[in-house]
Every structure is written in C-alpha cells, then in structure tokens.
Nanobody
Framework: EAQLVESGGGLVQAGGSLTLSCVAS????????IGWFRQVAGKEREGVSC????????DYADAVKGRFTISSDSAKHTVDLQMNNLRPEDTATYYC??????????????????WGKGTLGTVSK
C-alpha cells in the first residue's frame, strides 16, 4: 500500500522559514514524480513544487519561485520542501503527492495518484 507521511508544519512569523518533509513507501520512488500541493482554507488545492520522475527536474509555482526549494533523497525515499521568506498568504495545509509512473510533472490534482494526509503551516503577520 502506497503511503506518504508528512512532517514539519508549524507556526512561524512572516519572513521566517519552515522545512516540510515527506517519507514515501509502497511504490517505486524513483519512477514517480513527487512533490507538494497546498490548500488554503476555502480555496482549491494548488501545486507548489514537483520533481519529475527519474531525472528529478524541478518545477515551482510562480508564487513560490525564489523562496521555496524542493529536494529528494532516493535512498531514504524522502522529499523535502524548504520554505524561506514566508508570507501570511503561504498559510495552508501542505500535501505530499506522487504522480506516475514516469511522470514529468502534473497539470492538476486530478493527475495525482497518491496523497499524504497533510501538514499545516501557519505564517503570522
């Protein structure tokens, strides 16, 4: 059974940093695109950042470019999201996701095969 388990959410002041982590199991990690979606209360989920399958090319939503960095560890089956210079509008539940096999990216949440349960990141003013 595929599982994605997130950790690292919490409360931080604007301008601060958080690192989210996700541990994957139950599927061939390197064969899947993996990354993060987020959902602001009352809004639809949106893609934040992803790593393509196999060669791990990175992609970021415009709203987070230059502030967030995604990385993965193939041996540990983990994917991290380093979030710097956080803004109140980054407050959301962040979901670890996997799309595959052999996906380059995703076009929306309907492409996602596996979801984590989410971790809440709150940025205060």
């Amino acid at each position: 059974e595929a599982q994605l388990v997130e950790s690292g959410g919490g409360l931080v002041q604007a301008g601060g940093s958080l690192t989210l982590s996700c541990v994957a199991s139950g599927f061939t990690f390197d064969d899947y695109a993996i990354g993060w979606f987020r959902q602001v209360a009352g809004k639809e989920r949106e893609g934040v950042s992803c790593l393509s399958a196999i060669d791990r090319d990175t992609d970021y939503a415009d709203a987070v470019k230059g502030r967030f960095t995604i990385s993965s560890d193939s041996a540990k089956h983990t994917v991290d999201l380093q979030m710097n210079n956080l803004r109140p509008e980054d407050t959301a539940t962040y979901y670890c996701v996997a799309v595959g096999p052999y996906a380059r990216a995703w076009h929306g949440e309907t492409d996602v095969d596996y979801w984590g349960k989410g971790t809440l990141g709150t940025v205060s003013k």
